[in-house]
Structures are given as structure tokens and as C-alpha cells.
């Protein structure tokens, strides 16, 4: 069991983990850390590895090898259902909100996955994300992208997860509501929820994390302070493809 400077182990630990699909395997060796209330992102190309990682996380996809540890248990055998009452929350990128449900709807039967620790009121959420609040009646499949994500962000809070994970949040989302999602994450970020979120805006995840991990081909090429990342050009250039001019 790994231990962080407190004694205490870190909410997240991956090591040496491998996991694939059918056709083969995508992750080779990934290990990583999420320490209590850290915020860490982790980026890349389309395919590099993320969104595989959060699923093996999750328990979605069985690893092959390695070892996957929450609060210091191992639950590289657990099904999803028992990780997420746990502590953990995932957002997927496909968001999967229950579209003929209210908001409110969607949101109270986060609930039901709470387990024994205290978590966020519909208040509270609402506070987060004012647009939902004046759209509690509105059904799911009715709101548009942008609404969508927040409720499926705002779900995953209600769930009063001590790790969050963010697969992708700003995808194909307009400028503007980038930056109405920012600024709620930005709140979240100052809870003691930890946060691992991948992304593609790299100027949008080093400004909400602490560290960075980088990945191109199911491995890790980057660890580091996000600040340490975001002046690092070589890195930027020859992994996310990322010039000056490209970021946000």
C-alpha cells in the first residue's frame, strides 16, 4: 500500500497497471497517483489512453495486470457499482443522463448511490451550476450539450464521491460555456473532492490542477507540476501537439 507524507494512502494509486479490449492492449504499465484533494490531470492525443484508464479505474474494464488502489483497498476485482459507493464518481464523456427525466429527477436519484458519508444538497449543486436551477422541470434529453454536462458533472457531485473523475468535459462544447464550466469546476477544485480529469484544452486542465501526467500510447511520457508542463515545449510539441497558438 502506498503512503503519502501523512501516513495516510493516497485516494487514488495506480501501478503498473495494464488493460486493454479485444484487439489488444491499450494501457502498458500506467502508474499514477491522486493524492487527498489533489487535482491531476491527465492528457493526450485521441487514443493515447485516457478514457481507458478512467474505465479501468471504474471497474468498466478488467485489468490484465497490476494493481488499482482507492484509499488504500485494492479493487482491481471490485464491479463498478461497489467502487462508485466507495467514494468515486465518473463522468463519462458521453454523459449518459437519463434523457426522460427532470433534472431534478436525474439529479435526486444520484442519491441513491450516496453511501454513509455526508455530500452535497440539491442547494448546493444548484448554487454550482444557476442554469440548472431554472431548469429543474426541463427533461434531460431536452437540454442542450452544454446543459447536458453540467447536469452529468453536477449528478456525479450528488453522489458525494471523494474522487471525481472528468472524462473529457469540455468536448464539443462552444467557448462560452467552457467558460461557465470552468468557473464551476474552479469551486469544485477548492473542495476536498479529489480530481483526476482528462482533457484535451490543455490551458483549461493545467489551470485547475495541481500535477500533470501526460500519455501517447498507453504509457506515461510526463509527470510534473501542471506550471512545470505548461513551459515545458517539447513536451507540449511533441505529445499533445500543442503550439502556443493552439492552447485553451
Same mark, same amino acid.
Given at each position: ?23 489488444? =492492449? @491499450? ?23 485516457? *478514457? %481507458? *484508464? ?12 497490476? $494493481?488499482?488502489? /482507492? ?16 467514494? @468515486?464518481?465518473?463522468?463519462?464523456? =458521453? ?18 448511490? $450516496?453511501?454513509? $458519508? ?6 448546493? @449543486? ?9 431548469? +429543474? ?15 452529468t458533472i453536477?449528478?456525479?457531485?450528488? %453522489? ?9 468535459? *469540455?468536448?464539443?462544447?462552444?467557448? /462560452? /460555456?467552457?467558460?461557465?464550466? +470552468?468557473?464551476?469546476?474552479? +469551486?469544485?477544485?477548492? %473542495?476536498?473532492?479529489? /480530481?483526476?480529469?482528462? =482533457? ?13 501526467? @501526460? ?10 507540476p501542471a ?5 515545458? =515545449? ?11 497558438? +493552439?492552447?485553451?
Open positions: 500500500m502506498n503512503k503519502e507524507k501523512n501516513g495516510q494512502a493516497p485516494t487514488l494509486s495506480l501501478q503498473d497497471v495494464r488493460a486493454g479490449y479485444d484487439i489488444g =492492449e @491499450v494501457l502498458h504499465g500506467i502508474t499514477l497517483r491522486v493524492g487527498r484533494g489533489e487535482r491531476v490531470c491527465m492528457l493526450g492525443r485521441n487514443g493515447a489512453g485516457k *478514457t %481507458t *484508464t478512467l474505465r479501468a479505474i471504474m471497474g468498466l474494464l478488467p485489468q490484465r495486470a497490476g $494493481r488499482i488502489e /482507492v484509499n488504500g483497498n485494492d479493487v482491481g476485482k471490485w464491479p463498478a457499482h461497489r467502487i462508485a459507493r466507495s467514494g @468515486v464518481g465518473y463522468v463519462p464523456e =458521453e454523459r449518459r443522463i437519463f434523457p426522460t427525466l427532470t433534472v431534478r429527477e436525474n439529479l435526486t436519484l444520484a442519491l441513491a448511490a $450516496r453511501s454513509q $458519508r455526508n455530500g452535497p444538497s440539491l442547494d448546493d @449543486v444548484f448554487s454550482l451550476f444557476p442554469n440548472l436551477a431554472t431548469l +429543474q422541470r426541463a427533461r434531460g434529453g431536452n437540454l442542450s450539450g452544454g446543459e447536458q454536462q453540467m447536469l453536477a449528478r456525479g457531485l450528488m %453522489t458525494a464521491p471523494g474522487l471525481l473523475l472528468l472524462d473529457e468535459p *469540455t468536448e464539443g462544447l462552444a467557448p /462560452v /460555456v467552457v467558460a461557465d464550466l +470552468q468557473r464551476a469546476l474552479e +469551486q469544485i477544485v477548492t %473542495t476536498d473532492v479529489a /480530481v483526476l480529469l482528462t =482533457e484535451q484544452k490543455v490551458d483549461f486542465a493545467l489551470s485547475l490542477c495541481d500535477r500533470a501526467y @501526460v500519455l501517447d500510447r498507453g504509457e506515461i511520457r510526463f509527470e510534473g506550471g512545470e508542463l505548461r513551459n515545458n =515545449e517539447r513536451v507540449l510539441d511533441e505529445y499533445l501537439a500543442v503550439g502556443a497558438a +493552439q492552447r485553451g
